[in-house]
């Protein structure tokens, strides 16, 4: 705090209790106290400026806790303000008092250097040499023109560019004053003159920037600087030209801050004053701030202005009235004073002049032109007290009005505030601040307010609708708010405003009556101005009884409207929906009549909602969009309740989406008033039509799939089109679905649904395509050839008519069957590759159906059904299947579940031990039990049931382990192997039908995959038969040969390669490389296994013949290596070598062990497949494997060593009792 202001003082007033503020408050107090602080200063200008901190008008001060100043919380608008009187660490302000020596000066260092553009020279030259004069004038621009030699430079290096450098130059070349010649002052002011003037009209400042029209600014202001400077040529001429006239500098401060821009060209030389001294921002660097001569005004300073009288004569009066208007103690008082002595308040002032001249020019029309006068000649008043101001200043530092220092934020609110608390204190110093804050806050006075809104009001009612409307509009309003501002709390409204709110609800009757496109031929929307102006003062205008009756009635009169406008509508739009019933006709776009007729309701409500809305804001006193659809929605909603009855057409989900639609809108407009559930209402529609899709529509996708499909390969997958089209016809499905607005809980319902609808169209699918599969690789021989229908008629009356020579029967049966040798076609194995993409495809839809997120939002609810069971069950082989006759059957297995048939397998012709290798599904909560049927096909009458068996499937069995291996002994004869695993339990969700259809995929593939070796294996078993061992072995045993060759060997495999070579190739070229190297694998199994049943015959407990001889045997395994070669070209030889090769090596070992020694190993086999001791002293175990084999694997080499024992001539029952033990063993 200064000396002054610890002198003694009188009280402004003893201390009072805090009371509560507002905004205002805290607002007048601050910005009349900044006016009371400058009236001061203006009244009291010295020759020293005091030490400056100039910046953004803030507040000073800090408030003290407890403070009824204090502020609750953020001041809307943000406005600078005291925040206590406690006085704060001082605040910089961005306008420093010191100035630069010139605007040279601005920027400093050398890569911001002042200089003229290269492109602006280059044109000035031209000017320079066209301009008239006299002899002199002419001799200097001829001389100066020729010591140019780069265009910018002179030949001594002078860079023209430089204003200053530019100027001395062309100095030098003026001649001196004699007959013909103005005197050299003349020429150097005309030169300077010129080169002012071409600066702005140059094609460089054309299209100028914000950088660029600093440049001109500045490089004009130097211009002016050499010409109105010490020394210059005007002060040459005329030394009263230069001497300061403060009046001249305001009236050209005000024309400049006015018009917005300055003059293109300085005053006549001969003037004695120049009124566009150019300004420039004045930066608040302090490290900026340079030494300056004694000459510059900035450099003066002057002692401080104190707000108080003297020595201990108290502060100013009006700073005191400040004090007492708005009730403040003395210390606090002082200390913001004290505070606003740091500032130079005039240049502020001097500021905030320039910016309100500047933005009163802009008005239009003249608007506020006394204004304009009162401040040009408030501006010439302060030039006068203070010259030092007279500085340059850029035009951009006042262009736009800003938030000034000495005018509140809210000036008519404010100064109402200001006036009422100065009239109850009832002081002459309060009347006369109040006075100035009129004066400088800008504000009107009541009656001229109340003239100015009647004029406006009538300008804006005719300017409705016309492009004026918008600008009066926001004009009137801010007119409004400001008369608003100072009235009485209980004053009524004055009679310009009362003419507004009837001018409004005009416009706003006129509005509400042209709502309805229907019933209007041209709808108008409401005026946008009218939402402004009752905005403007929303207390008089929109909450005063008057309003609310008027908008009551307006309200009531929309809802009758709308009522009736609804009517009108649906009786329009629906047509003869009204009295039709759903399903029973069909409307104009091909959808049901009923269904369309509400679509295009829904359609017109929400087309009239949305235009309502747009047009109409919300949040009012008279809202139509939410009135629209309080009244017409229910309407709507009790006439869709014909739609009850579900008919699952899929055109109803359009009107479920509209639907959905509407209700949100409800909610949106009237929070809370709708109880309608659309989820609910439509659920059955989507049952019905998930149903019918099922049933229906999953048929007609697999029928059209494979009737368009040409089962050509393509794609990585080599696939057909036929499994594309049906995922996409199921994509299609579920994104039904997805563009139903359902809630996640019933949308993942439905997802289950339709995952088990795609689960029963890929289900039909395999059938479909294994059926068309099966009907290619076993095609139906035609009638009309006699040789095929006898072989046929023969083949299938075999057992019908046994009295036919079985040899003669053979003989024919062989030759049909090497004459119709089974060729592989790629339209057979695309059907194959087909099921394989189906299951790859399974993945992309369980994406599609949201499985994961189904299974999330299903977890909390019963997804499962408790204790049911979903088994797979595997029919692998029989053993000793034979007719009545004793010969080999051609069986097939049947699964029943009481008079259900769960399961039918393939029938295998002509084996004693087939092996089908099928499985099928079956669920079970409880023990249930299942029989198991064998039959013996015949073509003709019924089939003889060669024996059958009880499995019974009980869950409790597979609570240790998920698979098991079971042996069931049929009555009379035989055995059934049957492989049974666990799959899990039932459950709804997508991930189970999904994987459910995805298992029924593998066994179809696995099934075609078998019948499609099974029908190669027919003819690959004709050419390794034992004739055909026989017929190679035959000149050995007739010594026509020692030994067989290699030749011999692969002479007698040519047959053989030959149809491996075509069909691999086919599958080669047709199947993907995981589908080609399976088949390959799975027709080498079949070949290794028929030579296995050259060596050994089928597991039996009768004796059987002796089998091949050595040489024969032989042969056999001479064949096995060229094929393991043949098939090695493909298949890595260690893959090769595994399963059925290992039992051929095995054979190959045990066949030559004498008879007691195969038979303790035999026991010794038995033993280990119950699970007792490892099978030892084999030389194969270790090679095959190097460690113990498994029970599956020791009952395999039982197997094999039971068979050769049936080559052995045995006297006991060591045979059937050793496999009634095996087959004990196996059902364990």
């Not at 003893?14 to 009244?43: E, F, I, M, N, W």
């Not at 002011?189 to 054309?206: D, I």
């Not at 339209?827 to 992309?844: E, R």
């Not at 054979?1147 to 004498?1154: E, F, K, M, N, Y």
Request: include cysteine.
């Amino acid at each position: 705090m200064s000396t002054a202001s610890s002198s003694p003082r009188r009280s402004v007033r003893t201390a009072k209790p805090p009371t509560q503020r507002d905004d205002l408050d805290r607002l007048g107090y601050t910005y009349s106290l900044r006016v009371a602080a400058l009236q001061r200063r203006l009244k009291a200008p010295s020759v020293a400026s005091p030490k400056m901190t100039l910046g953004p008008a803030a507040i000073i001060g800090t408030l003290p806790p407890g403070s009824s100043f204090a502020s609750n919380g953020e001041i809307t608008p943000k406005s600078p303000a005291f925040s206590s009187f406690r006085s704060p660490d001082p605040v910089d302000l961005p306008l420093p008092i010191r100035r630069k020596k010139s605007v040279l000066s601005l920027r400093l260092g050398k890569k911001d250097e002042l200089k003229l553009p290269r492109e602006f020279l280059t044109e000035f030259w031209v000017v320079l040499s066209a301009e008239v004069g006299d002899i002199g004038w002419t001799l200097a621009v001829r001389t100066f023109l020729g010591m140019l030699k780069k265009g910018t430079k002179t030949a001594t290096g002078a860079n023209m560019r430089e204003i200053t450098t530019l100027y001395a130059t062309f100095t030098s070349c003026l001649p001196q004053a004699g007959m013909g010649s103005s005197p050299k002052v003349a020429h150097q002011r005309h030169f300077l003159t010129l080169l002012y003037n071409s600066l702005p009209t140059s094609t460089h400042f054309s299209n100028a920037d914000e950088n660029d029209r600093d440049l001109l600014f500045r490089l004009r202001a130097e211009i002016q600087s050499l010409l109105h400077g010490p020394g210059s040529p005007i002060t040459a001429m005329s030394p009263t030209g230069a001497e300061f006239s403060p009046q001249l500098v305001a009236q050209g401060i005000a024309a400049k801050a006015g018009h917005g821009l300055f003059p293109t060209s300085p005053v006549s030389p001969t003037s004695t004053i120049n009124p566009m001294t150019p300004t420039s921002p004045i930066t608040s660097t302090p490290s900026r701030r340079a030494n300056r001569p004694a000459s510059d005004a900035g450099s003066v300073r002057r002692k401080p202005v104190p707000m108080w009288t003297g020595n201990g004569e108290g502060l100013d009066n009006l700073v005191e009235a400040a004090g007492l208007i708005w009730d403040i103690s003395q210390d606090a008082l002082e200390q913001d004073a004290e505070e606003l002595d740091r500032f130079v308040l005039e240049k502020l002032y001097l500021d905030q002049l320039k910016r309100d001249l500047s933005f009163i020019s802009r008005q239009p029309g003249g608007a506020r032109r006394s204004r304009h006068i009162d401040l040009s000649k408030e501006l010439g008043d302060l030039m006068s007290g203070f010259p030092e101001l007279a500085i340059p200043t850029s035009p951009a530092a006042f262009g736009q009005q800003q938030e000034t220092f000495f005018t509140p934020p809210r000036p008519a609110a404010v100064f109402a505030r200001l006036s009422r608390r100065a009239e109850a204190l009832g002081s002459r110093r309060a009347i006369e601040l109040v006075d100035h804050c009129r004066k400088i806050w800008g504000v009107e006075k009541r009656d001229a307010k109340e003239r100015a809104i009647e004029m406006l009001v009538r300008q804006w009612d005719g300017a409705v609708g016309t492009a004026e409307e918008i600008p009066l509009g926001r004009k009137l309003a801010g007119a409004v708010a400001d008369l608003s501002a100072i009235l009485e709390p209980d004053e009524d409204i004055p009679h310009p405003l009362e003419e507004l709110q009837n001018c409004l609800f005009k416009h706003l009757n006129k509005a509400v009556d042209d709502i309805f496109p229907v019933t209007k031929d041209l709808a108008q929307p409401l005026p946008p101005s009218v939402v402004t102006l009752f905005q403007a003062a929303p207390s008089l205008l929109l909450q005063s009884p008057r309003a609310v009756e008027m908008f009551d009635a307006l309200a009531d009169e929309l809802r009758g409207q709308a009522v009736a406008e609804y009517v009108t509508a649906s009786m329009e739009l629906m047509g003869d929906g009204h009295s039709q019933e759903i399903g029973a006709s069909t409307g104009e776009s091909g959808r049901d009549a009923v269904v369309e007729g509400f679509e295009r309701v829904a359609a017109w409500m929400e087309d009239e909602i949305a235009g309502v809305e747009q047009t109409w804001p919300r949040g009012g006193p008279l809202d139509p969009a939410a009135i629209i659809a309080s009244k017409q929605l229910p309407l709507f909603l009790a006439e869709m309740q014909v739609l009850e009855t579900a008919v699952g057409l899929a055109d109803i989900f359009v009107l479920f989406d509209a639907t959905h639609r509407l209700l949100q809108a409800w909610e949106r407009l009237c929070p809370g008033l709708s109880d309608f559930d659309a989820d609910t209402f439509f659920e059955p529609h989507v049952y019905a039509w998930l149903r019918d899709t099922e049933a229906t529509e999953t048929h007609q996708w697999v029928a059209r799939t494979i009737r368009m499909d040409e089962w050509l390969p393509e794609g990585e997958g080599r696939h057909s089109q036929s499994v594309v089209d049906l995922f996409e016809f199921i994509r299609n499905a579920t994104t039904v679905i997805h563009k139903l607005p359902l809630r996640e809980y019933k949308r993942a319902i439905y997802m289950v649904d339709l995952a088990r609808t795609a689960s029963a169209a890929l289900e039909q699918y395999a059938g479909t395509v294994s059926g068309l599969f099966l009907a290619e690789i076993a095609p139906a021989k035609a009638a009309n050839d006699a040789v095929q229908s006898n072989g046929k008629w023969l083949s299938k009356g075999k057992y019908a008519y046994g009295k036919l020579d079985a040899k003669i029967e053979a003989q024919i049966d062989s030759r049909r069957r090497l004459h119709d040798a089974f060729m592989v076609s790629p339209a057979t194995l695309v059907k194959l590759t087909n099921l394989g993409a189906a299951g790859s495809f399974i993945d992309d839809l369980a994406h599609a159906l949201e499985a994961e997120q189904t299974a999330r939002v299903l977890s909390a609810g019963i997804t499962a059904l408790p204790g049911r069971q979903v088994f797979s069950v595997q029919v692998v082989r029989g053993q000793g299947l034979l007719t009545r006759s004793s010969k080999p059957a051609d069986a097939f297995v049947a699964i029943l579940d009481g008079p259900v048939r769960l399961f039918k397998s393939r029938t295998v012709l002509g084996t004693e031990d087939p092996t089908w290798m099928q499985a099928f599904e079956v669920s079970a909560a409880t023990a249930k039990p299942l029989e198991v049927v064998i039959f013996d096909r015949q073509l003709v009458g019924k089939h003889e049931r060669l024996g059958d068996a009880t499995l019974m499937l009980d869950p409790a069995h597979f609570s240790s382990e998920a698979e098991r291996e079971v042996v069931l002994p049929l009555t009379p004869r035989g055995r059934i192997t049957l492989r049974i695993s666990n799959v899990g339990r039932e459950r709804h969700d997508v991930a189970y039908h999904l994987n459910s259809s995805l298992r029924v995929l593998e066994r179809t593939a696995n099934d075609m995959q078998l019948a499609l070796i099974d029908r190669m294996a027919d003819h690959l078993r004709i050419l390794l038969s034992p004739n055909t061992v026989a017929t190679v072995v035959k000149p050995v045993k007739a010594r026509k040969l020692v030994a067989l060759s290699g030749a011999d060997i692969d002479a007698s495999l040519v047959p053989v390669l030959d149809y491996l070579d075509e069909n691999l190739a086919t599958i080669n070229a047709t199947c993907a490389p995981a589908m080609r190297e399976t088949l390959i694998l799975a027709l080498w199994e079949r070949l290794v296994d028929i030579l296995l049943g050259l060596l050994i015959p089928p597991l039996s407990d009768r004796p059987a013949s002796s089998g091949l001889s050595p040489i024969e045997a032989d042969v056999v395994f001479k064949w096995l290596q060229a094929l393991k070669a043949f098939f090695a070209a493909g298949i890595p030889a260690a893959t090769l070598q595994a399963g059925v090769y290992r039992d051929m090596l095995l054979v190959g070992q045990a066949r030559d062990l004498p008879t007691p020694a195969l038979r303790e190993r035999a026991a010794t086999a038995v033993r280990a497949s119950s699970g007792g001791a490892p099978i030892r002293h084999i030389p194969t175990a270790v090679a095959m494997g190097g460690r113990a084999r498994t029970d599956a694997d020791n009952a395999r080499v039982a197997e094999l060593l039971l068979r050769i024992l049936r080559m052995r001539v045995l006297d006991d029952d060591f045979l059937p009792s050793q496999l009634a033990a095996l087959t004990r063993a196996r059902a364990c």
